[in-house]
């Protein structure tokens, strides 16, 4: 099962560095945004390991809002799925926590 995981790992890196440098080629700035906002339905490690690894002509705060973006993106997913798979009882402590979160990741991104 490790064995497994890591490949996955593997292909998604490979995958997120090929379509990270067409995407920064062709639509600049803006497209590394919005790709950090589309990361979140997968992981979003390989994404921001590439970010941080890569030899990219982009600028480091570009890069510090792109990995608020994804993970502030990923904890939305990550609210969505406990608030429907959660007991009741507890989705208000789920919304409150993520929210809050995803907000402070939201703000810090674009204070930047």
């Known amino acids: 099962m490790e064995l497994k995981a890591g490949l996955v790992f593997a292909a998604l890196f490979i995958v997120f560095a090929f379509v990270t440098s067409c995407v920064q080629n062709y639509y600049g700035n ?36 792109a990995i608020l973006i994804a993970v502030s993106s990923n904890n939305v997913f990550k609210m969505v799925l406990g608030t429907y798979f959660m007991a009741h009882n507890y989705r208000l402590t789920i919304l409150i926590s993520f929210g809050s979160l995803i907000i402070a990741g939201f703000v810090m991104a674009f204070l930047f």
């Open 30 to 65: 803006g497209g590394i945004n919005l790709m950090s906002q589309a990361v979140d339905v997968t992981n979003e490690d390989p994404f921001i390991l590439n970010l941080l690894q890569g030899n990219w002509q982009i600028d480091n705060r570009l890069i510090i809002r």
